[in-house]
């Protein structure tokens, strides 16, 4: 924006203004020829309006805008230990409900209105060059290095009298002329009023600049704690609001879990995850447990609350899925737990008057199994033997891990409730170092076991070319390409049983702490794997395992077996209180940052401030006739008046030698004060 010049100012601001009443009394000291306009107090205090109040406006609406409306204040109660808070809030920023487009444009509006003040800031400060021109013009100091043009640049409050004047004083000047002339003195003066006008426009403009950039939209979360939590209590299991996200067994397990065995394994009952009828043993809810293994084995292991909840309660409504999932979480590298988890606790929901996400996060106990496996094909000599190569349903493929487990793998194995051709397993314990098979009945955590198959997957001759997988050339020994297209291997796994409790905190995994269960609690998972349950979804899997070039087949295999035998067990499984929970939603503000808000708001109060002094002092001076009159010719028609100091400059130039021979080098006020007027 221009810089405007005080008289074409003015005229526009007297035409608007024009219904105001006239002062009735009049100053015969300004009643000279030209009349000059400025000398009137109603123009003066139309300068104090122009620069002071609005920019107090501003500061006053921006304070209101934070202060008086609807903000949103972070939670003020105690973090709850188990649950820290996901999203806090930053405490050097204001978060408003208001539309920050709105709030930036009554921010922009100071910068505008900065830049037009200039010029009725120096109206202002026109009194104290006024009384400068007096005092120094009453003196006996010389003027001959005088730059009026400078001065008109400066007293019309153009941007560029500062360049130009910063570029005299620290420049162009020449040393003998600083501070000794009057004129300079007065060019000086001025130079510093509209500095200061120019530096509190810049400052403005920072400051509403920097106000824009760091205000944003945000979503900021807020907590409430049902139970009313403080730090000196327990957790608690909540009941206000309680979802049921936590996992612990029936209790037609409870006398299970503490009765101690027999000295004969073999004589104890079987454990509560299996049901034996009429010398039939089946797992127990088997309905229920297959639609879990199925349907329920997730591969989402984090952002819960992203699902698609709609979709799976449709599913649960036509009895197609079970509101149970076992998803697999590693908080440890390598280690990689596989749980039973209800998501549906994950769900979250928009809230008339509370915003949207709204959801909880919570506290709660499940069980989870770890299995880890190594390549034992060497180990139990898994090789191809083939009788009869063109007949492919004659195929031979023997191994022995120990004595109590061989078999052929191009037979359908002999036990198991899932028989399937080319897959063996085996459940033993180590007596004085042998390998021995264990009754189902048998407790122990961890627990072993082998396995043995032969899938008929992929071609090795094609599958070593490009395989990435870390045990992909049969060279080792830990693939065999069995002929038929079979590929065999054989694993010797590890499986523990853990109780965890865990917190999901904004639909995801954060504290994840684990035990050993006992061992009557591994027994009860154990027993549907060892009776052969599954085998048909284990065989599946190691198909797809042999196919996987991102992991390895042992790696793979281990979380197969065990998401399949939490699935198996989830039958004696049901929902368990939450230890602690709290509400949590989303809420769309505007973020204010501190810093550079009230940076604006001082910056702005500082310019009203400085404006209401400068029209005090200007007041003040006005009651000295000379001051006033001084004024009047110094704001009026500035163009010809001023250049005409160029002309007088030089006049006294030529004369100045004469003068100085004459003895005279004394100058009258009068004669000074003509010469700006």
């Known amino acids: 924006m221009g810089p405007y010049t005080f008289s074409s100012l003015l005229e526009r601001m007297d035409s608007k203004l024009a219904f105001l009443p006239r ?357 139990c000599d898994v090789h191809a033997a083939t009788t009869d190569p063109s007949n492919g349903n004659n195929i031979s493929i023997p191994f022995h891990c120990y004595d109590d487990f061989s078999g052929n793998l191009g037979q359908t194995p002999a036990t198991g409730h899932e028989r399937a051709q080319g897959w063996n397993m085996s459940f033993y314990q180590l007596v004085d170092g042998t390998p021995t098979n264990i009754p189902i009945q048998a407790q122990s955590n961890p627990f072993h076991f082998y396995i043995a198959t032969a899938v008929n997957s992929i071609s090795l001759q094609d599958f070593d070319s490009e395989s990435n997988l870390r045990e992909g050339d049969p060279g080792n020994g830990s693939l065999v390409d069995a002929g038929q297209g079979f590929t065999a291997f054989a694993l010797s796994c590890e499986a523990t049983i853990y109780d965890v409790t865990f917190s999901i905190i904004n639909g995801s995994f954060s504290e994840f702490n684990t035990s050993i269960s006992s061992p009557q609690k591994a027994s009860i998972v154990q027993a549907p794997l060892q009776v052969g349950f599954g085998q048909y979804h284990l065989y599946q899997a190691a198909s797809l395992a042999v196919l996987a070039n991102n992991d390895s087949v042992a790696e793979t295999m281990g979380k197969a077996f065990s998401q399949t035998g939490m699935a198996l067990a989830s039958g004696v499984f049901d929902f368990d209180h939450n230890i602690q929970q709290r509400f949590r939603w989303t809420v769309s503000v505007t973020k204010v940052p501190k810093a550079p808000f009230f940076y604006l708001v001082v910056v702005c109060l500082v310019y009203s401030v400085f404006g209401m002094v400068m029209t005090v002092l200007a007041l003040r001076l006005r009651r000295i006739p000379e001051v006033k009159d001084q004024q009047a010719k110094l704001m009026v028609e500035w163009g010809p008046e001023l250049l005409e100091m160029d002309h007088h400059e030089k006049r006294e130039k030529t004369t100045k030698g004469k003068e100085r021979r004459d003895g005279s080098s004394q100058r009258s006020s009068s004669d000074l004060t003509d010469m700006f007027s």
């Open 23 to 379: 002062f009735k009394k009049r100053n015969n000291h300004t009643e000279q020829a030209s009349a000059p306009r400025l000398s009137r107090k109603r123009d003066l205090l139309l300068a104090f309006v122009i620069v002071s109040l609005p920019l107090l406006v501003i500061s006053i609406l921006l304070l209101a805008f934070i202060f008086r409306s609807d903000r949103e204040i972070p939670a003020s109660y105690a973090e709850i230990p188990a649950l820290p808070f996901f999203d806090h809030p930053s405490r050097d920023a204001f978060y408003t409900k208001k539309d920050p487009g709105s709030f930036l444009l009554l921010g922009s509006w100071a910068s505008n209105i900065a830049e037009i003040v200039v010029a009725p800031f120096m109206v202002l400060f026109s009194y104290a060059v006024a009384r400068e021109i007096l005092q120094h013009a009453a003196s006996d100091h010389e003027h001959a290095g005088s730059r009026p043009p400078l001065l008109r640049e400066i007293m019309r409050g153009a941007h560029v009298g500062v360049w130009h004047w910063v570029a005299q004083k620290t420049y162009k000047r020449p040393e003998r002329a600083l501070g000794k002339e009057s004129i300079l003195r007065v060019v000086d003066v001025a130079g510093l009023g509209l500095f200061i006008a120019t530096l509190l426009t810049a400052m403005v403009i920072v400051g509403d600049n920097w106000l824009h950039v760091a205000t944003q939209p945000v979503d900021i979360t807020h907590y409430d704690d049902p139970t009313d939590y403080t730090a000196n209590q327990k957790l608690e299991p909540a009941i206000v609001g309680s979802y049921q996200a936590g996992f612990s067994i029936l209790d037609q397990c409870a006398v299970q879990l503490t009765a101690a065995l027999p000295q004969n394994v073999s004589t104890a009952p079987l454990p509560c995850s299996l049901n034996e009828t009429d010398g039939l043993t089946n797992v127990a809810n088997p309905s229920f447990v297959y639609l879990t293994l199925g349907t329920g084995i997730s591969q989402v292991s984090s952002d819960f609350n992203g699902l698609n909840f709609t979709h799976l309660e449709d599913e649960e409504r036509k009895n197609t899925a079970t509101p149970y999932q076992v998803v697999t979480y590693s908080p440890d590298a390598n280690v990689s737990h596989s749980l039973l988890f209800y998501p549906d606790a994950a769900v979250e929901y928009t809230v008339l008057g509370l915003g949207s996400h709204f959801g909880i996060d919570y506290v709660a106990n499940t069980t989870s199994m770890v299995t880890q496996c190594t390549f034992a094909t060497p180990e």
